[in-house]
């Protein structure tokens, strides 16, 4: 099988091609202004091997109650499983690169993978939000979790690395961040809850918010569209820092003095800390913390920062051992009785054995235009 995996961020693109199991091409861009031009790039570069694709993975941001992999039989049917609403930062990409690519591949099918998967296990208490009696079935109003191909790779490679640590949290930081605790290679909770605007603060969406600060806006006269669309792309570390979203951009300008950017880097990483804390409870203790995603695993700062003050519970960084990490790499101090690692994440090769076995399981891969879609369960 040669399947093209294109994986769209709210500020990115990047894709891996592989042959069987085999990675031939992987690129991409980190921070992405026109989603349709990085397209045409990648299938510019990939030309010479896109005769023989049999299929299209993409990730589903906001699947809903959704779980496992299925065909994308039509653009729409991939949208319905999350509202744009909830996810105005990643659905409005991921269509684009949908229909985009069913025009400049057509008759490939093509596959999504929902994000919240990983997560379908959390108990009823760990999903419930306190809202009126009924909203959640009427209105989906739950907690579903998200970056799941992240948090699914690390737990998966954790219990390669380190098997005794059956309680792990798995720390994705980055453009969209999110913490994960894992039991046993099982999502328990996780920061992010209704939305990928929820958990900590992101680099321009708002991250956990009082329900009621909307209301007192719109009491002010700011409408709920307008304060929909500025939280979720002019706050976060752009709102707090005054200045940007970006991590790398922020400990840049700090070194020079900005206080913005270093107020920015402070309140992020004491929102990380205290998710730890609290997931921590939610484990009934920790065994191993795992740090992934664009700057979980190249920022050395970030990682002293988020694990300031958590001796406490048994994670201390050795500091030579961070500033010299890179790849995987195993970060904490001799005593701490809580393994530190940074590990890069592999969300495209997740997101390739979900489509191999789909592929695998179908007695047909084709797509009808609009047939019932035919799905494989969470793995």
Not at 65 to 75: D, I, S, W
Not at 82 to 103: C, D, F, M, Q, V
Request: with cysteine; aromatic share 6%; charged share 20%.
């Amino acid at each position: 099988m040669t399947i093209l995996v294109v994986n769209v961020g709210s500020t990115s693109l990047k894709y891996a091609l592989y042959t069987d199991e085999r990675e031939v091409e992987r690129g991409g861009a980190g921070r992405v202004t026109d989603l349709a031009a990085a397209l045409d790039a990648m299938i510019a570069t990939l030309g010479p091997r896109l005769p023989d694709l049999e299929a299209v993975a993409f990730k589903v941001v906001h699947g809903g109650a959704g779980r496992g992999c299925f065909f994308l039989h039509h653009p729409a049917r991939g949208a319905r499983r999350g509202s744009t609403a909830a996810a105005p930062a990643h659905n409005p990409p991921y269509l684009l690169a949908i229909e985009h690519l069913r025009h400049a591949l057509p008759g490939v099918p093509q596959v999504g993978s929902f994000e919240t998967g990983f997560h379908s296990a959390w108990s009823p208490e760990a999903r419930a939000l306190a809202v009126p009696a009924g909203w959640d079935e009427r209105f989906g109003l739950r907690r579903y979790g998200f970056h799941g191909a992240s948090h699914r790779y690390v737990a998966e490679r954790m219990a390669q690395l380190q098997p005794d640590a059956s309680r792990l949290l798995s720390c994705h930081l980055g453009g969209s961040s999110s913490i994960c605790a894992i039991r046993d290679g099982a999502s328990v909770d996780a920061t992010m809850g209704f939305s990928p605007q929820s958990g900590l603060p992101q680099a321009d969406r708002v991250g956990d918010l009082d329900a009621f600060a909307v209301a007192h806006l719109a009491a002010q006269g700011v409408g709920v569209e307008e304060a929909a669309a500025a939280l979720a792309s002019q706050a976060g570390l752009r709102g707090l820092s005054g200045l940007s979203g970006d991590l790398q951009d922020l400990e840049a300008v700090e070194a020079g003095g900005h206080e913005g950017a270093a107020f920015a880097l402070r309140a992020y990483a004491y929102a990380a800390r205290k998710a730890i804390g609290s997931l921590t409870a939610a484990l009934g203790g920790v065994d191993a913390v795992a740090f992934t995603g664009g700057m979980g695993e190249h920022s050395p700062g970030l990682r002293a920062r988020v694990c300031e003050g958590l001796a406490f519970l048994g994670i201390e960084v050795d500091p030579e051992r961070n500033a010299g990490a890179a790849g995987e790499a195993r970060v904490s101090a001799d005593a701490s009785p809580v393994a530190v690692w940074v590990l890069p994440t592999d969300e495209e090769g997740i997101l390739l054995r979900q489509t191999r076995q789909l592929l695998a399981s179908s007695a047909e891969a084709t797509i009808p235009p609009d047939g019932p879609e035919q799905a494989t369960p969470d793995p």
